[in-house]
């Protein structure tokens, strides 16, 4: 990794006294600030490897292959495991071959075979009929060999076998019958209804998306989602503003409010109104109406010009600001604090050094599906090792930022039969449009990442674990999270890719905190989003003191009760036990310094 060199302070948005409009836009390399690249021998590394990414999605090839040497090296020399492999496929040749005369004569009763409960690829009556059946059961029985091939290899690194039997799921994704239109029953169904019209209706969909994504506009359906008007429309000002973030008072909408304002930290991987989504399912609004002073952080989408903001800047610069204006706004001497996914890490990071140096400005802390321990951080690993961040590194280095589209695709292929797959046959072979809902248009709307920070964050947090044992650095000094004594409410989710919940739940063994823990039915977003009256939420909570002894996760997710709702009404009920009272609502901005610029969404969540 080359030389990191800092820049200069930027100049391109106006004081937050001026309430002038902010930078909408991403800026050009020739509007950045002089940099000078390291002239070193790395350069040429640099560029070859940006150039290699273009070509393979932004995986290393390098990382694939000594993945697939190891895996394949210590099978070819495991002979009782060949042996096994062989057996399992005579064996299932047999089974297949049997059900397939059963299945011609009309006989066959229970397939050999039933797909896993999240694969609904052959849910449907078409996929029960005879040759469809012996087809579904045929690939299910593949399927299952390699996921055996590709598992309980003696001698192979236990990364290395992870991302060996992921590429092998995306190879059998391809194959999959389902994604055939001459072998997918449904398919061939509606071809002969239509007479074919699905084809060619689904060719201009697939041009009008080729289309999109060359000139860079946002998929069909998006449109009806405008930012500020229904999507991100609660009531509010933008009362502060620096280089790195915008800071968002909401409107208050009752007579009192409690004592104590919250201040929202949302990730930087994503725009943050995620949590405002359209009024009847926003977690800001519904906090307004219970009666809560919200501030809301919206990161500025960095562009080549951000390539040098680090780790530590997003911690000062965003959320010390933030914290600092929330303060003098409201004159709290406490607030509580929320974050959600890398913003809970990033809060949990200003808490443990907020412990160090004694600081008690945090009245709670609530983390939504955020790790603090990356040890166990999921399927997102597989992306993650020495050589694939040196990589990463090289193709950020090329623009100074990770582009959102590289991000995207890494989380899609971690789903690629939901995200990808099922697209696919819907837009391009049936011929019709993937129904867009806000959530999918919020999705759509990515972000990118500094080149600085991102290489932090992957190194330290996710490769060296710095965090969760005490060598995080913040102002020269470690902090550890054992140190933090502040009340705490922990979220995860059941269907979490991004933050698994067993990996969320190791709060508990890293904070010395009264924690009420909450498993909540949903995966990383949906189970987040979760609003009152939504049909099917449930979810698990349990108060674990300071002084209980420890849970394993799943002995906690078995003996704890679960409930029907959303557990936005339990985080209320939690936020008012630990209230001071309540008070008359503050003023917009409050002071000079923090008066209004303009109003809400603000302009940072606009900028592509």
């Known amino acids: 990794m080359s030389k990191v060199v800092k820049l200069k302070p930027q100049h391109t948005v106006v004081s937050k006294k001026t309430g002038a409009p902010a930078l909408t836009r991403r800026r050009t390399v020739s509007e950045c600030p002089v940099y000078t690249?390291?002239?070193?021998?790395?350069?040429?590394?640099?560029r070859l490897h940006a150039q290699m990414a273009k070509l393979t999605g932004g995986m290393s090839p390098i990382a694939l292959a000594l993945a697939g040497f190891d895996w394949s090296a210590h099978l070819m020399s495991s002979p009782a495991k060949m042996q096994k492999l062989h057996q399992s496929l005579v064996s299932k040749t047999a089974q297949i071959g049997g059900y397939a005369v059963q299945a011609a004569l009309g006989a066959a009763k229970t397939p050999p075979i039933t797909p896993p409960p999240a694969d609904h690829r052959f849910v449907s009556d078409g996929w029960k009929g005879w040759p469809f059946n012996v087809i579904e059961q045929g690939f299910l029985l593949y399927q299952q060999w390699w996921e055996e091939a590709t598992s309980d290899v003696r001698g192979v690194s236990t990364h290395h076998l992870n991302l060996a039997s992921f590429t092998a799921r995306q190879m059998l994704d391809i194959i999959s019958p389902s994604n055939s239109p001459i072998l997918n029953p449904d398919i061939?169904?509606?071809?002969?209804?239509?007479?074919?019209?699905?084809?060619?209706?689904?060719?201009?969909?697939?041009?009008?998306?080729?289309?999109?994504?060359?000139?860079?506009?946002?998929?069909?359906?998006?449109?009806?989602?405008?930012?500020?008007?229904?999507?991100?429309?609660?009531?509010?000002?933008?009362?502060?503003?620096?280089?790195?973030?915008?800071?968002?008072?909401?409107?208050?909408?009752?007579?009192?409010?409690?004592?104590?304002?919250?201040?929202?930290?949302?990730?930087?991987?994503?725009?943050?109104?995620?949590?405002?989504?359209?009024?009847?399912?926003?977690?800001?609004?519904y906090l307004v109406d219970k009666g809560h002073t919200v501030f809301m952080i919206s990161?500025?989408?960095?562009?080549?010009?951000?390539?040098?903001?680090?780790?530590?800047?997003?911690?000062?610069?965003?959320?010390?600001?933030?914290?600092?204006?929330?303060?003098?706004?409201?004159?709290a001497p406490q607030v509580n604090a929320m974050g959600y996914c890398l913003g809970g890490t990033l809060l949990s990071i200003m808490a443990a050094a907020h412990a160090r140096d004694?600081?008690?400005?945090?009245?709670?802390?609530?983390?939504?599906?955020?790790?603090?321990?990356?040890?166990?951080?999921?399927?997102?690993?597989?992306?993650?090792?020495?050589?694939?961040?040196?990589?990463l590194e090289d193709v950020m280095w090329d623009k100074g930022y990770l582009d959102k589209s590289q991000m995207a695709g890494a989380f899609q292929m971690l789903r690629s039969n939901d995200l990808i797959w099922s697209r696919i046959i819907t837009d391009y072979m049936e011929g019709k449009r993937t129904s867009m809902f806000d959530m999918m248009a919020w999705d759509a709307d990515a972000t990118r990442m500094p080149y600085r920070m991102h290489s932090e964050y992957l190194r330290q947090l996710f490769l060296k674990n710095d965090l969760a044992e005490g060598?995080?650095?913040?102002?020269?000094?470690p902090v550890a999270l054992q140190d933090i004594r502040t009340p705490l409410f922990s979220v995860g989710t059941a269907r979490d890719h991004v933050a698994p919940w067993k990996s969320v739940y190791k709060i508990l063994l890293l904070t010395e905190s009264d924690i009420t823990f909450v498993l909540t039915s949903g995966g990383h977003n949906a189970g987040i989003v979760s609003e009152p009256g939504h049909k099917g939420r449930h979810y698990q909570i349990a108060a674990m003191p300071r002084t209980a002894r420890y849970t394993p996760p799943g002995q906690w997710q078995s003996t704890t009760p679960t409930k029907e709702g959303s557990w936005w009404e339990e985080w209320q009920g939690w936020l008012d036990n630990h209230s001071e009272g309540k008070v008359k609502p503050h003023a917009m901005g409050g002071t000079k310094d923090y008066a209004p610029i303009e109003n809400a969404p603000g302009s940072y969540v606009l900028i592509k």
């Open 37 to 46: 690249p390291p002239s070193d021998e790395a350069i040429l590394d640099h």
């Open 188 to 285: 061939l169904q509606i071809t002969r209804n239509e007479g074919g019209k699905n084809f060619w209706q689904g060719a201009l969909n697939f041009l009008d998306d080729t289309t999109r994504t060359a000139t860079h506009k946002p998929p069909v359906g998006t449109e009806a989602f405008k930012v500020g008007e229904d999507v991100a429309a609660t009531s509010g000002k933008v009362v502060y503003r620096n280089d790195l973030i915008e800071l968002i008072q909401y409107t208050p909408t009752t007579a009192q409010v409690y004592a104590e304002p919250i201040l929202i930290t949302p990730a930087w991987i994503m725009k943050y109104y995620i949590l405002d989504l359209s009024p009847h399912n926003s977690l800001v609004k």
């Open 299 to 331: 990161w500025k989408n960095p562009d080549t010009c951000d390539r040098n903001v680090g780790l530590e800047d997003y911690l000062h610069t965003g959320l010390g600001e933030a914290l600092k204006a929330v303060k003098t706004i409201t004159h």
């Open 358 to 391: 004694g600081d008690d400005s945090f009245k709670t802390i609530t983390l939504l599906a955020s790790q603090v321990d990356f040890e166990e951080a999921g399927e997102i690993l597989l992306f993650v090792d020495e050589e694939q961040v040196a990589f």
């Open 471 to 477: 060598r995080f650095m913040v102002a020269g000094k």
